[in-house]
């Protein structure tokens, strides 16, 4: 996939395109608005002066004088800038025409464009005319052009142009830069945030972000990210303390098989007696590699690496054989077995079984002469109850949850007494929990219950 | 019988050596894989047992070698990894068995010998016995010097497990898994007790003990005088 562009690159561009499109409709509409405006201005100025030509038509007109009709148009252009007339009469005569421009040479208008005005240019200048049929008194119709020079106004609006476009672009520029300013400065949190984060280190676990101290929008953010914090320090710890355990449950066999085996050879022995230290040794050897096994179990349940090869499998069998197993080894203890119910799951049959068999040795281990440890199998509609349950002295509250850790004794002193290494329980919590499950112990003065649930 | 190892590791390469020897086997033993490779393609042996991890030459590679040449001697895997893929790679590349380290000798004996008797002992006979011990596995009856003895279904399994197998030493994993099909070491002593009660009925009436236990190793049937 794609790295998607930076967030200010984003953001400062988008800010620049919402820029240029304002500023672009913001100088259309204004450039728009003063051509409009010189164009009215324009066509009032034609309407006064065809007006006032109106008028002098409308008088007597002498043939002769034309000294005076000269005089009275002059006197009409004045203070009309840049204003030119051209009257013809209808033979085509010219009556009147100002100098400077033959308005002769400009094509007339169509028919349905008399009275409008027209733009036209020489090669000099640019003309506004608007041509017109008036009736007069003698010799009528007349046709009158009136041309005004807009070469003023457009030269103007050539420069008010070019400095819109100047205003426009410098405007788009100077907003972009601001935007990746602001974007800069908006993301001071973030960056802020990035800092703290880049600061925790392993043994800093227990840092947290303060959520109030951060906007709104990243609050969220922060609150995730203590959380997972939370749960890395939680794991964190357990690996500590899972190392430092495997160090010391190892160092316990380990002394016991040099010094035993430093004692044997400091002076000569028999065989028999070196047979009895092989045997023992025999035994502690037995003890690391069962622990090597059970810790590679976890380590690999773990990481994931024991995906439950999930069939049907009917509890009630699975749990008979059990007792079958451990029927004689129970009797020897005075321990008698029950099963109540019956239930099905979808599981893992070699995990299951191994789970049960760890709860039930668990079980008989913990229950005093002449009573019974009960399995009860049970399912309502979603999950499938399994509880393990023995009496005997209560387990303190305290040790209740940890139960299931690695290597969690009750009683330390106990810990030499050949129950295994103290993995039994975490190795069933480590299937549970691979199943999806639960498992939950609870204890008062009639027994120790341990109750796993197991999603259907 | 005439064994193939091929172990990096010196020292577990001795012993099983001397172990398998001292087990009435022929033993070559080598520590790389080039050489373990050579003669496991020129000799030939009734089992090989390859350690996975070689610095040369690995186990795969051998075994893959010996199945084109569609050699078919039985191979038992030794490896210090127990991974899902492993085991299934072996098993696809025709391994016959598998063993993680650390594993008990016994173990280890119990497997090379089902491995050289597979194929070669159909298990269709349907008397067994041992001195005056007789084993009826159609009807399930069982009877010492002319008594009946009553047992129940798994000490029967039990018994003639042992019997099937006499003179073999049987690890406690080896039986657990046999005749109560637990494939994994409980922390108990499950299998000393049911030992015990099988015991209690084949041997404390009678004079001559059949059933011995061999301290680290396991339990065995035999008759004093060995091969029956």
């Known amino acids: ?456 | 019988m005439k064994l193939l190892i091929v172990e990096d590791e010196v020292k577990t390469g001795e012993y099983l050596k001397q172990g398998l020897t001292e087990a009435g086997f022929l033993v070559d033993l080598t520590h790389n894989g080039l050489d373990g490779h050579h003669l496991a393609m020129t000799e030939y042996y009734d089992l090989l047992i390859l350690d996975v991890m070689l610095p040369d030459v690995d186990g795969w590679r051998i075994l893959k070698s010996l199945r084109e040449a569609r050699k078919e001697v039985p191979v038992l895997f030794l490896t210090a990894r127990d991974s899902v893929d492993d085991r299934v790679k072996g098993l696809e590349l025709g391994a016959d068995d598998y063993l993680v380290k650390p594993f008990a000798f016994a173990e280890l004996l119990a497997r090379v010998r089902t491995l050289l008797r597979r194929g070669t002992t159909p298990a269709t006979e349907l008397n067994m016995s041992i001195a005056d011990l007789e084993l009826d596995l159609a009807r399930h009856r069982v009877c010492r010097n002319g008594q009946r003895i009553h047992l129940t279904t798994k000490e029967f399994a039990l018994l003639e497990l042992l019997v099937r197998r006499q003179g073999e030493v049987l690890p406690r994993s080896l039986i657990a898994s046999q005749v109560w099909d637990m494939n994994f070491d409980s922390d108990t002593n499950v299998i000393d007790v049911a030992i015990r009660r099988l015991r209690a009925k084949i041997d404390d009436n009678f004079g001559l003990k059949l059933i011995h236990t061999v301290r680290g190793m396991g339990y065995m049937i035999d008759t004093p005088d060995g091969d029956s």
């Open chain 1, 1 to 456: 996939m794609r790295r998607p562009t930076s967030l200010t690159l984003r953001l400062t561009l988008l800010f620049s395109a919402v820029a240029t499109v304002v500023f672009l409709a913001f100088g259309w509409i204004i450039g728009h608005s003063i051509e409009n405006h010189f164009v009215s201005e324009d066509a009032s100025e034609l309407k006064i002066i065809l007006q006032a030509v109106d008028q002098s038509l409308a008088g007597p007109t002498s043939q002769n004088d034309l000294l005076r009709i000269k005089q009275r148009y002059d006197d009409i252009l004045v203070g009309h800038h840049g204003a030119l007339l051209h009257i013809t009469d209808a033979s085509g005569k010219t009556l009147y025409s100002s100098p400077g421009l033959d308005l002769s040479l400009v094509p007339p208008p169509e028919q349905h464009l008399q009275g409008s005005i027209q733009q036209w240019n020489d090669t000099k200048k640019n003309y506004r005319i608007l041509t017109q049929q008036i009736a007069g008194q003698s010799n009528g119709p007349y046709t009158v052009m009136i041309a005004v020079a807009i070469d003023f106004h457009l030269h103007f609006f050539k420069e008010f142009r070019r400095t819109l476009w100047l205003m426009v672009v410098s405007g788009v520029v100077v907003m972009g830069l601001m935007g990746w300013i602001a974007v800069r400065q908006g993301h001071q949190p973030l960056h802020h945030m990035v800092d703290q984060v880049s600061r925790i280190s392993a043994n800093q676990l227990n840092t947290r972000l303060s959520p109030d101290t951060v906007p709104t929008e990243l609050t969220e953010l922060a609150v995730s990210f203590n959380e997972l914090l939370q749960r890395m320090e939680e794991a964190f710890i357990r690996l500590s303390n899972f190392s430092a355990d495997i160090a010391h449950e190892l160092r316990t066999p380990v002394t016991n098989l040099m010094t035993q085996t430093q004692v044997a050879l400091s002076q000569a022995r028999s065989a028999t007696e070196y047979q009895e230290i092989l045997y023992s040794n025999m035994e502690e050897y037995e003890r690391i590699a069962q622990m090597i096994g059970d810790m590679l179990f976890l380590a690999k349940a773990d990481n994931g690496l024991n995906p439950p090869n999930a069939v049907d499998i009917d509890l009630e069998s699975e749990v008979r054989n059990l007792f079958d197993y451990y029927e004689a080894w129970a009797e020897e203890c005075h321990v008698s077995l029950a099963l109540e119910g019956n239930a099905h799951v979808n599981g893992d049959r070699l995990m299951l079984r191994r789970a049960l068999s760890n709860l039930l040795s668990n079980a008989i281990r913990h229950t005093p002469a002449d009573n019974c440890v009960t399995i009860k199998l049970n399912r309502d509609e979603n999950q499938v109850l399994i509880v393990v349950q023995n009496p005997g002295t209560p387990v303190p509250t305290e040790h209740l949850s940890k139960l299931f850790d690695r290597f969690y004794r009750i009683d330390p002193s106990r810990q030499r007494s050949g129950e295994g290494a103290g993995l039994g329980l975490a190795i069933v919590k480590s299937i549970v929990e691979t199943h999806g499950g639960k498992i939950v112990a609870t204890s008062n003065e009639t027994g120790t219950q341990l109750r796993i649930s197991l999603p259907l």
